[in-house]
Structure formats: C-alpha cells, structure tokens
C-alpha cells in the first residue's frame, strides 16, 4: 500500500466551479503538507504548503489538512481555465528533506 | 535569473548504453534531488545529496548513479541496468534548515526515451 493516495481523477469542471482535490496518508510522522502544479510537460511548482494540522488561505486556494483523519484537500474556487494542470500532494516529515508524492490528479477547466 | 536547468530537454538511447543528464543550480542550495515520473504517476526519488562529495539512494536507486563533486551540479547517469529507462526525469534542490519548511525548486525535466 502507498504511504500516499491521491485521488486519480480526471477532472473536467466549468470555468467557475468549485475544485476539491484530495489525497490520504498513512504515514503519522508526515508534518508538511505540500500541493504542487504541474503544467504539461513541465517541473512542479510549489502551490501552497501547510505545517500540522489546519487551514491555509491564499487567493483563491485554500489548503485542509485533517490529521486525524489522515486525510488533505486542496480547493480552487472560481476555476480559471488557467488552472488546468496535475495536482501532486506531498508529505514530508519534520526534517522536510525528503517529499513523498501522490500521483496526481489532472484538472480541466473548461471556459 | 536564478534557477535550475536540465539538458538536454529530450533524449533518445538506443538499448544497452548509458546516458548521463545534467542538472545545474545556481541558487546556492546544498540539496539536490532526482526524480522519475512515469505517466499518470508521482514523483519517485531516485538519489539525493545533501551536502557535496555526499549522496544517498532513494526509493528507486537500482539502475542509476551519480555524482556531486560541485554544489552547482549533480549529474544524474542511466546505465544499462536500467530495466525500463523511458520516463521523465525532474532535479530539484532546496536550501535545508534545522527546522522549518524549505521549498524545492523544480528543474524543466528530461524526458528520455529508449529506442
């Protein structure tokens, strides 16, 4: 079993829609919650990142982190065709010096 | 600009030879990394290196080596022992800390092809 699960999609949402995307972990050690993008054929960009438990608010991206639940989202709000991309979720822990990735899920937005 | 490059952007080998990609920093950053990424799946670490003339094997090891005689540089080899070579490569680095959180910055990627 992966230490990472991310939900596989796709996904294929309206311009404007509200996104969820959402990864599970099995890991109790993992303290940095990390949400990369990922244009096609292109290296990940750090999107956001969240330390433990909590809420993280940056425009139109909010970042969940439930650890009791072992569980994280990211949401998009007002979906931009611009958003459209692989998510990848990442775990890391105290340390931070090495990531565990999901698999990604690749979003469409269409205008 | 600072940043990471990777070259080349694509590359063919023919099976049964080595190939080396090259992954250059000029952020001052003492980490470096190499990922692969198969399509429809993560990243997997292959190597990383801490500090130069240091390195250790990631998740997926068997089949490649490197080397980090320069901070700047950490050259990333697929030999023939590489069952199933064809994938994306990524490099990263970070500047770590004792605590807290460090970003790792992406390379553009190679994507090798086997032949």
């Known amino acids: 079993q992966k230490e990472v699960e991310q939900d596989p999609g796709p996904l294929s949402v309206p311009e404007g829609a509200i996104v969820s995307l959402n990864c599970t972990y099995s890991n109790s050690a993992f303290q940095y919650f990390m949400w990369y993008r990922q244009y096609s054929r292109k290296g990940p960009e750090l999107l956001m990142y969240t330390y433990s438990s909590g809420n993280k608010e940056d425009g139109r991206f909010t970042a969940q982190v439930d650890k009791s639940s072992k569980y994280i989202s990211l949401f998009i709000r007002d979906s931009q065709p611009s958003d459209s991309a692989t998510y990848l979720c990442?775990?890391?822990?105290?340390?931070?010096?090495?990531?565990?990735f999901g698999d990604g899920t690749t979003l469409t937005v269409k205008p | 600009d600072g940043g990471i490059t990777q070259s080349p952007k694509y590359l063919f080998r023919k099976e049964g030879q080595n190939v080396t990609l090259s992954c250059e920093q000029n952020?001052?950053?003492?980490?470096m990394y190499w990922y692969r990424q198969d399509p429809g799946q993560g990243l997997r670490l292959i190597y990383y290196s801490q500090i130069v003339n240091d390195f250790q094997k990631g998740d997926i090891a068997e089949g490649y080596s490197v080397s980090r005689e320069k901070k700047e540089s950490f050259p990333l080899t697929v030999t023939s022992a590489q069952k199933n070579p064809t994938a994306f490569y990524l490099c990263?680095?970070?500047?770590?800390?004792?605590?807290?959180?460090?970003?790792?910055?992406f390379g553009p990627g190679t994507r090798l092809t086997v032949l």
């Open positions: 990263a680095s970070r500047s770590p800390g004792l605590a807290g959180f460090m970003e790792q910055f």
């Open positions: 952020l001052n950053h003492d980490a």
């Open positions: 990442a775990m890391s822990g105290t340390n931070a010096g090495k990531s565990t």
